[in-house]
């Protein structure tokens, strides 16, 4: 395997690895390695059917049970647990402006780590490249080990030991979306996570944190709402984050422990833009894990 880093602080592109092949016990070592130093890995040039992307998902470790998405019965794809990160409907048309899981998606284009609203989160999302539209439509990424680490230290004492709820019901209100079925309402009740955590792979310590965050523990909401902002301007700025622009087969893996990403915006009335995602689970709760 060929590792070549992305940015000085994060992020690298791997190369000299078949992807669409049964991995050896070694080389998933190894990559487990690179992902816990590097936090993103970037897989160019890997033309994975869907059976192989759950394959590669699964030799890594346990997938997500349950994806979270509106309008379950409308899914397109064959495998329940491949998220559909694309603009298309069932017969492969582009949704229509109007179209709920169009606006529910627009969520995506918020800083955000996967599934940080479920009550055990994502550990690693592999998302891969299948069209992609001629502009725009890129995706960044953020480290959270650094965002912490640049904290100032009485900031840094202050919020060790905060607690947050998560749910995409407080992601989507700050879009103005609240079109919840009574089912999804309750499928995505607020869950409790650690505003800081540590990294088992680097050791290092992080913020946690995503725009599915709507309450701060033991703050007045407005306050918790506002530090949240704050954490995430401080985490996200221009310098320290990666953009990474799609060529089709791309397969990016990142770790949600320690990173936030957010889509960018590009023409989906024109475009087509298909994106499939697999997406492990963490072992546990950030409540039930050392800080
Ligand atoms: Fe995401």
């Known amino acids: 395997m060929i590792v070549k880093p992305l940015t000085p602080l994060f992020g690298a592109e791997v190369s000299g690895i078949n992807l669409c092949a049964p991995l050896s016990s070694e080389q998933i070592n190894r990559l487990i390695q690179i992902i816990d130093e590097f936090a993103v890995v970037v897989f160019p040039d890997q033309p994975l059917t869907d059976d192989q992307h759950v394959a590669f998902a699964e030799s890594l470790g346990p997938l997500e049970k349950e994806a979270a998405v509106v309008s379950v019965e409308q899914q397109r794809l064959a495998h329940s647990q491949m998220i559909d990160i694309s603009n298309l409907d069932v017969d492969g048309a582009i949704l229509t402006a109007d179209d709920r899981r ?10 955000h780590s996967d599934s940080s609203f479920k009550t055990i989160p994502a550990l690693y999302s592999m998302l891969h490249a299948r069209v992609i539209p001629p502009e725009g439509g890129d995706t960044q990424f953020a480290d959270m080990r650094n965002a912490w680490d640049r904290l100032p230290e009485a900031m840094q004492t202050q919020i060790e030991s905060y607690l947050c709820d998560h749910s995409l019901i407080y992601s989507r209100a700050l879009l103005g979306f609240d079109a919840f ?4 309402m309750v499928a995505f009740t607020p869950q409790p996570q650690r505003l800081t955590r540590r990294h088992p792979g680097s050791k290092r310590k992080c913020l946690f944190l995503s725009s599915h ?8 909401r407005p306050e918790g709402m ?3 902002r704050e954490l995430i301007e401080h985490a996200t700025e221009k310098e320290f984050i990666y953009t990474h622009k799609w060529k089709v087969n791309d397969l990016v893996l990142w770790d949600n422990r320690c990173t936030m990403h957010r889509a960018r915006p ?3 009335q024109k475009y087509k833009r298909d994106m499939r995602r697999m997406t492990l689970a963490d072992s546990a709760s950030t409540l039930d894990q050392l800080v």
């Open 102 to 111: 169009r606006m529910f998606n627009l969520g995506n284009q918020l800083w």
């Open 181 to 184: 079925t009574e089912k999804e």
């Open 213 to 220: 965050i709507g309450v701060v523990h033991d703050l007045p």
């Open 266 to 268: 590009f023409n989906d």
């Open 226 to 228: 506002m530090l949240i």
